[in-house]
């Protein structure tokens, strides 16, 4: 029988940061830097919008029942949204998944991304200064075409420049 009163676990070694790593990870911070004071956004400023945001999709006619049939647990769907913007704006590396797969099978069209938009840049003109009202509602207008173009693509609509995905009826 093997003594083991006297094991002590020890982390595993982490390898050395490369040098790469090291100045893309400090660029990043700069580029964070740069944009936090260049347009006042942080994590508080993104949780306020954010929430904002649903709370005004919650109520929408048109697309509250979208996210209302799919979203059991609206907290941990925050926390998401929260890590993506994060993401989006801060560049922070927060959110870890697949957007596009998740919004794919979704029963919408061009009228529910500009109903999403209109929602978006609204809170996003009432609860941000204008330069992160800016950053944001642009970051939205590219996640929206994003979206707009995948989900018609998986519905075998290839849109061509300018043309909007409407669902058959």
Not at 40 to 46: H, K, L, V
Not at 142 to 153: D, F, K, Q, T
Request: proline share 6%.
């Amino acid at each position: 029988m093997t003594d083991t009163t006297s094991f002590k676990a020890y982390p595993a070694e982490q390898p050395p940061m490369s040098e790469e790593y090291r100045a893309a990870q400090e660029r990043r911070a700069e580029v964070r830097a740069r944009i936090e004071a260049e347009t006042g956004i942080d994590e508080a400023m993104i949780e306020r919008l954010v929430r904002g945001f649903y709370g005004r999709v919650r109520r929408d006619e048109l697309i509250g029942p979208v996210f209302e049939t799919r979203i059991a647990d609206w907290e941990t769907h925050l926390q998401k949204m929260f890590a993506f913007w994060s993401s989006l704006t801060l560049l922070s590396g927060r959110y870890h998944g697949q957007p596009m797969a998740k919004h794919l099978p979704l029963p919408v069209d061009a009228v529910h991304f500009d109903r999403w938009l209109a929602l978006f840049e609204a809170t996003a003109r009432e609860v941000c200064p204008p330069a992160a009202a800016e950053l944001f509602v642009a970051r939205a207008r590219h996640v929206a075409a994003s979206m707009e173009l995948g989900i018609a693509g998986v519905n075998g609509v290839f849109l061509g420049k300018g043309e909007r995905y409407r669902r058959p009826e």
